[in-house]
């Protein structure tokens, strides 16, 4: 051991232990900072188990000394002990986000399509509420951002629409509800027939198709022998009072035929719809959603789908 090492370990006071013959403990004093600082936080447990809810008592605990949080549940008002679950119902109740959104929302409610649609204030509102509406609501079927999937939902999110896209054909939608039917044809026609029809369905979209299934196949589209005229109109552009769709788009909902890259793939796909018919349905929201909310939804599926 050094010299210059004794010496300082002289002026402090030590335990009077030594370790591994040399190794010994000083004995300092709490540093002064550390004690007040120490019986500072005594102080503030004892405050703060008086005044927060704290202790468990039985089945209950010690309350607090605020009891000073009101809000109101189905109309009635109700005063808490300070804790931060009535804080949030009473924030969302009465905060400035909440005032704001009422606000908004009266605004809404009172203003037609065409004022909401001009105003980009009540659009943002609009877009920033509404998107867990349709989440809750919409999302299950037609997909979180509204693009559906092939053969079951409709995608929302293109400007294609079955049963109209003004805000008031989508508003009506959404209340009524629809159903998408087209009977099946597998009785009616031979395959034949069938591929026939299938290829004259595909020319409406521009795909090169020999022109004598195309004859045949136009024959049976526009004539009694399948009829198909009757929804989809002989030019086979659909009719929104049907939602029967529009077959000479190159849009599909339901034969996935962009998903196929040969002729016989999208043939195929055709041929399925108009074998097995198409029975889908859109629920009715009436009496599930309110009037505010059926409002807010149109507006939105409305600008998803770039709107009409
Ligand atoms: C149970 C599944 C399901 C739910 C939930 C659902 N939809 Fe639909 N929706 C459908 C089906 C199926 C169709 C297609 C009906 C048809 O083929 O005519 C459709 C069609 C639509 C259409 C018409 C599309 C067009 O091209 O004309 C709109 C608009 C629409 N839904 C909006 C909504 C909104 C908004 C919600 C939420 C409030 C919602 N849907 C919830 C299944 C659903
Ligand atoms: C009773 C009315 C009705 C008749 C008749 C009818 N369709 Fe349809 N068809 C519809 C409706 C409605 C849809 C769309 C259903 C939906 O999207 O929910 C549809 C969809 C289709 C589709 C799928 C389009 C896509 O986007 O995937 C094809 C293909 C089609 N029809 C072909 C025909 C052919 C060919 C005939 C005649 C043999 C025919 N339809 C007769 C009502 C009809």
Known sequence: MSEAKTKQQGAVQTTGHAWDGDIQEFNNPLPRWWLWGFYAS???????????????????????????????????ERSRHWNTRSLLVKDMQTGDEALKTKEYMQKVAAADYRQILA???MMAFVRSVTKGLFGDNCAACHGSGGAGVMGLFPNLADDDWLWGGSVEDIQNTITLGHTGYMPGFARTFSDEQLDDVAHFVL???????????????????TGEGG??????????????????ANLTDNIWTIADVQGQTELTGKVDA?????????????????????????KLLSVYVHELGGGQ
């Open 227 to 244: 009829g198909c005229y009757y929804c989809h109109t002989a030019a086979g552009t659909g009719m929104k009072s049907q939602g029967s």
């Open 42 to 76: 005594v102080v503030f447990a004892v405050l703060y188990w008086v005044i927060y809810p704290a202790w468990p008592v039985g089945k209950g605990y010690t309350t607090g000394l605020f009891n000073n949080i009101t809000y109101t549940v189905n109309g009635e």
């Open 270 to 294: 055709v041929k399925t719809v108009i074998r097995n018919g198409v029975n889908r349905v859109m629920p009715t929201w009436q009496g599930r959603l309110d009037e505010n909310q059926i």
């Open 203 to 221: 020319s409406l979209s521009g795909h090169e198709v020999p022109a004598d299934k195309v004859a045949r196949g136009k024959q049976l589209f």
């Open 119 to 121: 105003d980009p204030d």
